[in-house]
């Protein structure tokens, strides 16, 4: 499976371990290590072997080596698609009643279906559900869910995942045990990012605050990093600069890119970060309408200027 977990949250297995009921909701930021953690609880409730200090799976045993070969029986994990509207891409993400019930998922978007999942006796000891984006329910899906919950065949566990307890329906935080997986301290994630045989890189770390998920495949992470950096300097020196800088920005584009620039201007006067945070919104905004990318990253580039009181 995935690293060893980190101590603080190495503890939490002690309780997990004894917790006898049928849902836990482990909340934290993004990739806080909260998957990590659900994984080892699941591991934990099917273990067969003698426990760890910490009561965690002994990583020896037949379920244990079939969780690290990534092949589970008795381990579902559910988050949300990501739902397109008139060709959009939505921001909203859901996890329907389809996710829920094999017969309401029409476009075959979910392989298992969590009610079929759990009408099967654990091939181990226990059925563990994972419900990665618990925020994200339907209300169906939901109202599907608590009737597992409240009586799970043959003892299953469920571990709801969230970022924000506000965010998560009242009927699951009421039926569920609660768990806050808390940022690690950078020295650890220093360590780790050493351990694992990359060089110190102060800048990561203090990015990463403490969500050891961030540190786990590190590259493209620093890459935009390095861009945001790119783009500050450029901004500074000119307009050319700028948008030479932004054009380099358009043919990299990825996943961790917004952090990162936003990181790169967290020091700057309130008012400048409000107006560069408006113009990032801009740029998603148009990317998502597909408009021109290469327009859109020069519009960026101005507003930024703008924004920074360089214009
Ligand atoms: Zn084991």
Redesign the pocket.
Known sequence: MSAPLPEPHAALLEQTGTFGGNALLLTGPARVGKRALAQAVAAQHN???ARGPYGE?????A??RAHAAGAHPDILLIEPRATTTTGKAARRKLIPIGAILEARDKGREYDTHVFEFLEVRPTFRRRVVIVDGAEHLGQEAANALLKLVEEPPHRALFVFLAEDLRAVLPTIVSRSARLSVSPLPDALLERALVLGGAAPDPTLVAFAAGRAGVLADPAPVQAALEDARTLSQGLERGLLSALEATEGLEKRWGPWHPEALRFSWRAAPPHERARADAALSALQDALEAYASPSLSFQVFALSLREAFGYS
């Open positions: 273990c067969q072997g799976a002994c990583g020896a045993c379920a244990c």
